[in-house]
């Protein structure tokens, strides 16, 4: 297979309520999404990175200007090319794992659709659906998270995750516990908004028995993370901090975490994700899948990767409707708490002509011509 050209779509899609972190509030998603056109076929990926460079390093500008300058030429370049080459072929540049992750994510639907295999065999699949949670954004007060909560329980979401950071942490997960109960399956999700002086703040969520406390440090404090695990009950994920299945390793043996969020944007791609997963299965590490807001695409090979065996907890991955009122794809659809997985060849989703047309806000053609 040969690649002959990509092109870079930059779409705009607002979303259906405000979703506000730590790191601050978003009203609409702005992303880019790649055509790679093959000699057998083409496919679609998807990148995770925001406007602004605040969940990561990685944000719209700088994606589009590596893929133009650097990382597109160099596959063009290439001769032929299977999704395994794309991350050697990409190693001699640094960093930008998301940029790098969304253009091997289109090289391998191109190959998978060619061949007739959908995402999730190709991962490695174990079963035809997952279980689905839904990530809460900090609200304006509590009533209006409590009836948040319940509209996404009554949904049929099997765990509910809050975002939290300091002066919104504590009686939140009181109020939640105490209008829905111990059983449902709850964590919170810190986006690194906290410090080891934070540690009394800390243990004051043990108490409510949550599944996990998400990255409350900064990524780069892994030993931190160590520390901290030796002073609260309430088991460690990181997300931030695992950019790798070699930094999964690493902070598994450490003492880090307990548990590992996986986001395929964030490491580099659904090959290396599969490769965390390996590493945490190995090691007796439940892993789950995290999200960026994506699309249908996005959400489908997402969907793909949680169905693999040791992803043991409900993910990030909601249906199409938790963030927006219509998707670029068919809409992903919540059945009895859990999400399809795509059967189809590649990603076993495409966009809807008339859809992605508007909310392509920009567009281009990438070629060695």
């Not at 056109?37 to 500008?61: I, N, Q, R």
Request: glycine residues 10%; proline residues 6%; aromatic residues 6%.
């Amino acid at each position: 297979m040969k690649l002959t050209g990509v092109e870079v779509l930059r779409v705009q899609m607002p979303l259906v309520a405000p979703f506000r972190t730590s790191f601050g509030t978003q009203a609409e998603r702005e992303l880019l999404l790649l055509r790679a056109v093959t000699s057998e076929g083409e496919g679609w990926g998807e990148c995770g990175a925001m406007v602004d460079p605040l969940y990561s390093s990685e944000y719209v500008d700088g994606v589009e200007h590596v893929l133009r300058t650097f990382l597109v030429p160099a596959l063009l370049a290439a001769g032929d090319l299977t999704a395994n080459k794309v991350a050697p072929l990409l190693a001699k540049f640094k960093g930008h794992r998301m940029a790098k992750g969304a253009l091997e994510m289109a090289v391998l639907d191109a190959e998978l659709r060619a061949h007739g295999v959908s995402f999730g065999t190709a991962l490695g699949s174990t079963t035809d659906s997952v279980p689905c949670g839904v990530s809460v954004g900090i609200m304006d007060s509590i009533p209006q998270l409590l009836d948040v909560v319940g509209g996404y329980l009554e949904a049929g979401y099997l765990r509910i995750k809050l975002k939290i950071e300091p002066g919104w942490d504590v009686e939140p997960v009181r109020a939640v516990r105490e209008r829905f109960g111990d059983d449902i399956l709850l964590q919170v999700d810190a986006n690194t908004a906290y410090t080891l002086s934070d540690v009394p703040q800390l243990q004051r969520l043990d108490p409510f028995e949550l599944l996990l406390i998400e990255q409350p440090l900064e990524e780069e404090d892994v030993l931190g993370h160590a520390e901290l695990a030796r002073h609260i009950r309430t088991p460690i994920c990181l997300d931030e901090s695992v950019v790798s299945a070699r930094s999964a390793a690493d902070a598994i043996k450490l003492g880090a975490c307990r548990i590992v969020n996986i986001k395929p944007s964030r490491v580099g791609g659904y090959l290396e994700a599969r490769r965390v997963h390996d590493v945490c299965a190995a090691h007796g590490v439940p892993v789950w899948c995290g999200g960026m807001i994506e699309t249908g695409l996005g959400r489908a090979a997402n969907v793909a990767l949680a169905s693999l065996p040791g992803f043991t907890l409900p993910g990030d991955t909601s249906a199409s409707d938790r963030f927006y009122r219509a998707d670029i794809t068919e809409p992903f659809v919540l059945e009895a708490g859990r999400l399809p997985v795509p059967s189809g060849p590649g990603l076993g989703v495409t966009p809807i002509p008339a859809r992605l047309a508007e909310v392509t806000t920009a567009k281009s053609w990438l070629t060695l011509d």
